[in-house]
Structure formats: structure tokens, C-alpha cells
């Protein structure tokens, strides 16, 4: 009796292990700063935790994850950094109608439709998100790692930095 005790138990453990191994090989999301000149401030949120980031022009930084599922990578910017940000995006938009003066020709009404359109995106997005953010998938396999990527990359409208994101999914 003593004995099939021992080999049940050793069995146990064995199964144990082979599942504890699964998740040997977690999920990775590496992040790239796809700019040349500013550094972000980054946030991957996981089902399993949030890390914040710092990332230099060009800079890659990962994360990894043992549950995969949903992630969210988004710009940082908070309290008064985030008011600032909208506010600048705003008074762009009105020095732009401004601008545009009373008798306009038809492709400077276009340009300007075109640079309000994506000012206003952009107010609305920092207003609901928090500036950029996006989202993917990181479906995890048993039988090898599995890993995404995600980018932010920064331009330039009328002096203020601006944000955009892709994440993959997998």
C-alpha cells in the first residue's frame, strides 16, 4: 500500500511539473519608440499586470506575460501634462481657423479640413484615452513562446508633438 502511495504521488508530481512547464515560455510584447527625437513614457497594460516604461528614441523594451489575452500599450501623460497636451492641440485648432482668413481658396479650405480633421481626432483620442493607445491579442501556445509587437511613433502638427501606436496581435 505504502508503495502505490509513493508511485501516485510521484505520478502527481510529474503531471505537476509538466504543467507548471507550460507556462515555462510566457508571452512577450516588446514596445519600440519609432521616433528619432522624443522620448515616451509608456504604459502595457496585461491581464496579469501593468509596467511603465521610459523609452529613448529608438529604444525597444519588453514585457512578458504567463496569462497572454488582451494588452493595451498607451502614451502616458497625466494631470497637468494631459490638460496641456489638449489644450495645445486646441488653441492649434483656433490659430488654424484663424488662419485660414476670410476669403479662402479651395485647397487651403481642403489642407485646413484635412489638419482640423486630424486635430480634433487627436483632442478626442487624449480626452477618452490618455493621448494614444491601442490594443492586440497575445494568444499563448503550449508548445513554444510566443511573442508581439507594438510601436509608438511620433510627428509634429503646428509645433505640438503628437502620437500614434499599432499593437500586433498573435
Known amino acids: 500500500m505504502m508503495r502505490s502511495s509513493r508511485l501516485a504521488l510521484i505520478g502527481l508530481a510529474l503531471v505537476l511539473v509538466g504543467c507548471a512547464g ?16 522624443d522620448t515616451v513614457v509608456l504604459t502595457v497594460s496585461l491581464a496579469d499586470g501593468q509596467s511603465s516604461m521610459n523609452l529613448a528614441p529608438g529604444a525597444s523594451a ?3 506575460t504567463v ?3 488582451v494588452y493595451e500599450v ?9 490638460e496641456a497636451y489638449v489644450s495645445k492641440l486646441q488653441a492649434l485648432r483656433d490659430t488654424a481657423e484663424f488662419l485660414l482668413g476670410e476669403d479662402p481658396t479651395p485647397d487651403q479650405v481642403s489642407a485646413f479640413m484635412d489638419q482640423a480633421t486630424e ?3 487627436l483632442i478626442e483620442a487624449a480626452r477618452q484615452n490618455g493621448v494614444a493607445s491601442c490594443q492586440g491579442n497575445l494568444a499563448l501556445s503550449l508548445t513554444e513562446p510566443v511573442s508581439v509587437s507594438a510601436s509608438v511613433s511620433t510627428s509634429s502638427i503646428g509645433g505640438v508633438t503628437t502620437y500614434s501606436m499599432s499593437c500586433g496581435s498573435a
Open 22 to 37: 507550460l507556462t515555462n515560455d510566457p508571452g512577450k510584447i516588446t514596445v519600440t519608440n519609432n521616433s528619432s527625437t
Open 74 to 82: 498607451g502614451v502616458t501623460l497625466a494631470g497637468a501634462d494631459q
Open 62 to 64: 519588453s514585457v512578458r
Open 119 to 121: 486635430i480634433h481626432n
Open 67 to 69: 496569462v497572454g489575452g
